[in-house]
């Protein structure tokens, strides 16, 4: 048994019913985060442009993954599809707000987002280890396996 395969079936055994609703909070923020770069989309690419360390890679790209990873990855996470690797995919971004965005903005300026970025970034390693748990879709489907679609011959 590989360490993945440890670490799936440790989180599995290991996972009380209220941390689902954390996860399910968490993948709300992601999403509602997502939402808001869309809404200000601008600022998003002109941030990642005047970064010394982001400006060589397209920050068009970069601000389009970060708005699509929130958005989907938030809402996999709220649904607990596919937890372990949306919220792995979200893991970089945090850690780039972290270190190039609120650090070089001040730990303890008035309204600095730095220490909910650290909150949600310990949250997302941990629903990597832990899985999505008892209220969430991939549950649903280890359960009801003969229930999934199935695809079907036309004609």
């Known amino acids: 048994?590989?360490?993945?395969?440890?670490?799936?079936?440790?989180?599995?055994?290991?996972?009380?019913?209220?941390?689902?609703?954390?996860?399910?909070?968490?993948?709300?923020?992601?999403?509602?985060?997502?939402?808001?770069?869309?809404?200000?989309?601008?600022?998003?690419?002109?941030?990642?442009?005047?970064?010394?360390?982001?400006?060589?890679?397209?920050?068009?790209?970069?601000?389009?993954?970060?708005?699509?990873?929130?958005?989907?990855?938030?809402?996999?996470?709220a649904f607990g599809l596919l937890t372990r690797f949306a919220c792995l995919i979200q893991i970089p971004i945090l850690l780039g707000a972290i270190i190039f965005v609120n650090i070089s903005g001040g730990i303890f300026q008035p309204h600095s987002e730095l220490w909910f970025s650290v909150l949600i970034l310990i949250l997302l390693v941990f629903f990597v280890v832990e899985g999505s748990g008892k209220i969430s879709v991939d549950e649903w489907m280890r359960k009801h396996p003969d229930e999934r679609p199935h695809k079907h011959k036309w004609g």
């Not at 209220?18 to 002109?46: C, S, Y």
């Not at 397209?58 to 993954?65: E, I, N, R």
Request: glycine share 10%; net charge negative.
């Open 1 to 77: 048994m590989n360490f993945v395969q440890r670490m799936e079936k440790w989180g599995d055994a290991h996972h009380p019913t209220w941390i689902d609703f954390i996860r399910i909070i968490l993948g709300i923020i992601l999403t509602a985060k997502g939402v808001q770069f869309i809404n200000n989309m601008e600022p998003l690419t002109e941030l990642i442009a005047n970064s010394q360390f982001l400006g060589s890679l397209s920050a068009g790209l970069l601000a389009h993954y970060v708005v699509f990873a929130h958005l989907v990855g938030g809402l996999l996470v």
